[in-house]
């Protein structure tokens, strides 16, 4: 599973302006005099725009258009400090600490254009449409044939020709269509560059004196690949992550938190995974994505098993552990020790240890004198965990 992290827009629009793909005048605010003073300096009529890690913003009202300095100042006192609720933030919202201040365009007309990863063709895809402004999911639903797709030969990199024809397809003429053939160029080098895996301008607008610009801009970077670049500044913001989320990292634990109702530890991704689709078989909900690693030491199985049943929302965990590299004696010990340092979580816990010294593990969870659930197959181990977490026996 790869882990992304993600930027907010202003930290998007560095980037962009790194890479020759033009945005508009702005800069980050923190108080409504300083968006006031931003609004001064750089012009107005200015928009005003909620910085989370979230799309849908102008619908949920942290998107705001600012005549003057004053209005910029008493629009960024309305924004900063809400709790911004849109279709990606779930009820609950989100608080809004800062917003982008930048100089509104006179748009003509907008476009998409993106970039992302390709997995099974192991390239990356060019998607582009002359619709702009509006998720490109409803696009391709409504209008399937205004979207369309270019794939990258890794190889060679995008072709001048390519990007000429995706301009074609988003109908660009003159002089933004020399413009768009660099922005589309640019953009695939930055998103190569900078280990992207995803790249988005939504929307990319013509304005009405000719000019090509990047309205929004939405960056992903691969996590993995953070060490090669040591030189970027830390774009991560605590804050926009779920804080069971940071915890894992600083145990180097790769946990993403999930809806559901079962705690997963497992060691292997492709196990994690595969676990998690046969809870979802067994009708139940998995809580998270939680692999533990190959060696799975005891003290790395104590760190998960905190994090697990920190969770309010689980209400069954499934302990899932092959031996391979690691010994399911050495699990076992792990687990019992986490719960007895972290005391009873209150909650079932389903354990199928199957491979090296399984057998010497489930000797050790039934002499802790706790509660365990055993399981010896797969499909059994979720099944009762499934039913656990409703409350069954």
């Known amino acids: 599973m790869v882990i992304c992290l993600k930027v907010h827009e202003y930290q998007a629009k560095e980037i962009f302006k790194k890479y020759g793909v033009p945005v508009p005048d702005g800069a980050l605010s923190r108080t409504p005099a300083e968006a ?14 909620a910085q989370v890690h979230a799309g849908g913003r102008g619908k949920g009202g942290g998107i705001k258009l600012a005549a ?27 608080l809004v600490k800062s917003v982008l201040v930048e100089r509104a365009s006179d748009v003509e007309r907008e476009m998409y254009l993106g970039m992302v990863i390709d997995r099974e063709r192991s390239q990356v895809a060019v998607i582009s449409s002359p619709e702009g402004g509006v998720e490109i999911e409803s696009v391709a639903l409504k209008s399937p044939e205004k979207v369309h797709k270019a794939w990258v030969d890794p190889l060679v ?28 160029l640019n953009l695939y080098r930055l998103f190569v560059s900078e280990d992207a895996t995803l790249a988005e301008i939504n929307p990319l607008a013509v304005t009405r004196d ?24 830390d774009y991560r913001d605590p804050n926009e992550e779920d804080p069971l989320e940071v915890e894992a990292k600083t145990h180097n634990l790769s946990y ?19 676990t998690m689709d046969l809870i979802k078989h067994c009708g139940g909900e998995p809580a998270n994505f939680l692999d533990v690693g190959g060696a799975a030491s005891s003290d790395a199985v104590e760190k998960a098993f905190k994090i697990l049943t920190s969770d309010k929302d689980v209400r069954c965990v499934l302990i899932n552990i092959f031996g391979g590299i690691v010994r399911c004696d050495r699990v076992a010990t792990g687990v019992v020790e986490a719960i007895g340092k972290a005391g009873d979580a209150g909650m079932p816990i389903v354990v199928r240890l199957e491979g090296t010294n399984a057998k010497e593990g489930i000797d050790i969870l039934r002499g802790s004198g706790l509660n365990f659930h055993t399981a010896t197959g797969f499909h059994e181990a979720a099944q009762k965990a499934v039913d656990l977490s409703r409350g069954g026996a």
């Open 157 to 184: 990199g995008l072709m001048p020709y390519q990007a000429r024809q995706i301009c074609f397809g988003l109908g660009l003429a003159g002089q933004p269509f020399k413009d768009g053939v660099n922005c589309i």
């Open 36 to 49: 006031k003073e931003t609004a001064r300096r750089i012009g107005a009529p200015v928009v005003v725009k």
């Open 256 to 274: 993403i938190k999930l809806s559901g109702t079962v705690g997963c530890m497992v060691n292997g991704a492709g196990l994690a995974m595969a």
């Open 68 to 94: 003057t300095p004053d209005d910029a100042e008493s629009v960024a006192r309305k924004i900063l400090g809400m709790r911004l609720v849109t279709h990606q933030t779930g009820p609950e919202g989100t």
């Open 210 to 233: 000719g000019k090509l610009i990047a309205i929004d801009a939405k960056i992903n970077l691969d996590d993995d690949a953070a060490f090669r670049h040591n030189d970027r500044p």
